[in-house]
């Protein structure tokens, strides 16, 4: 073969390789992509209290600027609850809910959304949606 024809083979190639590429690229009409939320995010935060025995509480409130234990303290409030804590420089500690007492044993440990905190629970922020848990549990199960 000489070099002049292995080049006019060599550019059909690519042509027809190119159009074959061009082919299957399909074609999507310009569409108006208005987002309709179909699902709207709660303004609301809940909180569930696990007494460790199988029984719980719940409470629902509108989020206001509060913080994870505002939200304790109104479902005390609001629910009868016997709620004792103490109020330290670093933060406020929950010594018992309804009777149950935090010690080296059991303790109240609080979770947001299904995550051991990182912060006190008066200084937690809550957002819209947040799931707060006080769970009366063994420290270490955490």
Do not use: C, H, R
Not at 25 to 47: C, M, R
Request: proline letters at 4%.
């Amino acid at each position: 073969m000489t070099k002049k024809l292995q080049l006019i083979l060599l550019a059909s190639l690519v042509i027809i390789l190119s159009l074959l590429v061009i082919n299957q690229k399909k074609v999507v009409p310009d569409v108006d992509l208005q987002v309709t939320p179909t699902q709207q995010v709660s303004q609301n935060v809940k909180l569930l209290i696990d007494y460790g025995d199988g029984s719980s509480s719940n409470y629902e409130a509108e989020l206001a600027s509060q913080t994870a234990f505002d939200l304790l303290k109104a479902a005390s409030d609001s629910q009868n609850l016997e709620l004792d804590y103490q109020q330290y420089d670093f933060g406020v500690f929950v010594k018992s809910i309804n009777g149950l007492e935090s010690g080296p044993d059991k303790a109240w440990i609080y979770f947001v959304n299904g995550e051991s905190a990182t912060v006190g629970a008066d200084q937690y922020q809550l957002k819209p949606g947040d799931l707060v848990e006080w769970n009366y549990m063994t420290p270490t199960e955490e």
